[in-house]
């Protein structure tokens, strides 16, 4: 098939949906499909380029203002080259992952054009609440659900990760069937190393202790600081955080380490190419995530298939990935004395720490990318053919 996927968020920005996009456009075009993606420009001038057997349509962008490392396209003129750009393609099918300037463009493009649409959700409004007053969460929230709604209405079939993120739509005035359908992990890449962490923590460059990893963009919504004074509350040269990724508050996170005396335990890694990123989770003796706007997190799935227990907020949908006692704990949001708790309970027990990341794996391995990629396939055949029906 022909596929058109349609992002306003693509590689080489830093998310969970930027990264969906770009493995399921490689993904599909593995399998043998024509695979299309119209997303930002990561230079700013508008271009197409083939990478990894994908045809990627870029379109002129500029630096978003509150996060300088994203960029954005500029509304005017966007719906007119989309729609250009689908007579041109002449997708078989169109799959958006946003309703947002290029996914509003591409629908409606697709709806002119009688093709069939798949749309999957990876937002909801609590990833741009903590940027704004307080006072202004609850009319913001409520006009993106409205803006949300307005574009996903036209889907002819709606996914999200997971069963929490379908059950956030319904709540949130979404009348349409969603399913829930994995982001997956590729278990093959990612999977236990039959060498001990610490050979890996040497080819880091980190020392040999206890490691506790998080792996993710370094932002407000993530609560990276509960992670840090759960840390000084280990006992001193118990273990050593390790933060992979950037983000708007690591000089912050720095400043708080160094007050809570731990700055010699935290190692911040910066932006890690994914290639290596199998090595950092075979680093880790745990993996933890506080954060508490998470509709599935792909990056807790590499860590459980790579075989680590996970210590994770008991928050949107952490508790699907998270069975507390059997593959790790769940914390409640803002319990640092919880979290350090658990971390402790993790760390302090090799035999509970096995048995954990066995289980990690185990559940890790059914959501393998390619059971997500082949039900893509079902849902893109079975809107195909519906559409062609109704002619």
Partial sequence: MRVLIATDTYPPDVSGSSFFASRLATGLAARGHDVHVVCASETGPRK????????????????????????????????AVVRRLVGWVRPDVLHTQDHFTIGRAAVRAARRARIPIVATNHFMPDNLLPYLPRRLHRPVSDVAWRDFRRVYDHAHHVTTPTRTAAELLAANGFEGVVEPVSCGVDTTRFSASPDPPAVHRRALGLPDAPTVVYVGRLDEEKRLDELIRALARLPAGDAQLVLVGTGTRRGELERLAARERVAHRVRFLGFVPDDQLPSVYRAADVFAIPGVAELQSIATLEAMASGLPVVAANAVALPHLVLPGENGYLVEPGDVSGLAAALAAVLHSPDRRRSMGDSSRTIAVSHDEQRTWARFEEIYRAVTVGLARRG
């Fill in 48 to 79: 197409i380029v083939r990478e990894s057997q994908v045809c990627l349509h870029r379109l002129r962008s500029l630096p978003l203002v509150v996060h300088p490392r994203v960029r954005f396209v500029p509304p005017p003129g966007v719906p």
